[in-house]
């Protein structure tokens, strides 16, 4: 396993004890929650830039990175609706649906021989994202209306638009048009 899947490995395992910690019941949890969050959020680029200048993208690699963001941000969403911290469950739906979207898109695209690298619209919405769900994290309960629920809306949108975004350029992939004549 070369550097760049360590660290991509890394930030699935810093989900898991993230939301762990979320459940446990000491002083400072939420933001040692959200620190731990951040520092996962920290190696998606991380993981590409090892990969890139190390020369060490792999297919496994390719897959992998975009399943340990799913795992990070979704399983943080979750939790975060189910301990009633201030994520609407609509929002989980949402974000997770693109999510399966563009898996299956990715899915059918490696069929025919594809690669759909992250677009700009995917990487605003994963960013927008992290920071939504670690201000949700450090927000105070006394907040009435805090900044991370604006930022959880502009990541709800760029979640949306990232979405149509991918299916409407890539549309052909559903076709039966061959890897030579898709044209992005």
């Known amino acids: ?33 959200a620190i731990i969050f951040i520092i996962a959020g920290l190696t998606d680029g ?28 979704i399983l943080t969403l979750v939790v975060l609706a189910h301990l009633n911290r201030g994520v609407p469950w609509m929002a989980v739906w949402i974000i997770s649906l693109r999510e399966v979207l563009i898996t299956i898109l990715r899915f ?13 619209w995917g990487k605003l919405k994963t960013v927008s994202q992290i920071i939504a769900i670690a201000l949700i994290m450090l927000a105070k309960p006394w907040d009435i209306f805090p900044l991370s629920i604006w930022v959880l809306r502009l990541a709800v949108a760029l979640t949306i638009w990232s979405g149509i975004d991918y299916l409407w350029r890539w549309r052909s992939v559903f076709t039966s048009a061959k890897a030579k004549d898709v044209i992005v």
Not at 47 to 73: M, Q, S
Not at 108 to 120: D, P, V
């Open 1 to 33: 396993m070369n550097l760049a899947n360590r660290i991509t490995t890394l930030r699935i395992i810093l989900a898991l004890v993230c939301v762990s910690i979320m459940f446990w019941d000491i002083p400072g949890r939420d933001s040692l929650a």
């Open 46 to 73: 991380l993981d590409g830039y090892a990969a890139r200048i190390r020369k060490e993208i792999t297919p496994f690699g390719k897959w992998f990175d975009p399943f340990a963001d799913k795992v990070l941000i």
């Open 108 to 120: 059918f695209a490696g069929r025919k021989g594809l690669t759909i690298a992250a677009s700009i």
